[in-house]
């Protein structure tokens, strides 16, 4: 592939994958970062706080962009259900139970 058109085709994608990205509410580190927690801690996060506790724990693995509100609401399955505000939009992504929850 020549230099142009892979800068063509650089420029051409720019706008859907922004796009994308804006579809899943900007929030892929917040959904990053409590997946890893529930990863080596066998658990959820039972707050925002404690989240941002093992994100700066990480050595700079992980990070957290700025969110103006984080719930975490557990659900009875074991799942967990997280309910954000970033730039004045609201979403709420739901996690499915961990391992060891399915286990129980």
Not at 45 to 74: A, I
Not at 78 to 88: A, H, I, R, T
Request: charged share 25%.
């Amino acid at each position: 592939m020549s230099d142009r058109a892979a800068r063509e085709f650089g420029e051409a994608m720019a706008v859907p994958l922004y796009a994308l990205s804006q579809q899943f509410g900007g929030a892929q580190d917040l959904c990053f970062a409590t997946a890893a927690f529930a990863r080596k801690k066998e658990r959820w996060p039972n707050d925002y706080t404690e989240l941002e506790t093992f994100v700066k724990g990480s050595d700079g693995y992980l990070t957290l962009r700025k969110y103006d509100r984080v719930d975490f609401v557990p659900q009875t399955n074991g799942g967990l259900e997280v309910s954000y505000v970033m730039q004045s939009r609201t979403n709420r992504v739901t996690f499915s139970p961990t391992n060891e929850e399915q286990k129980k």
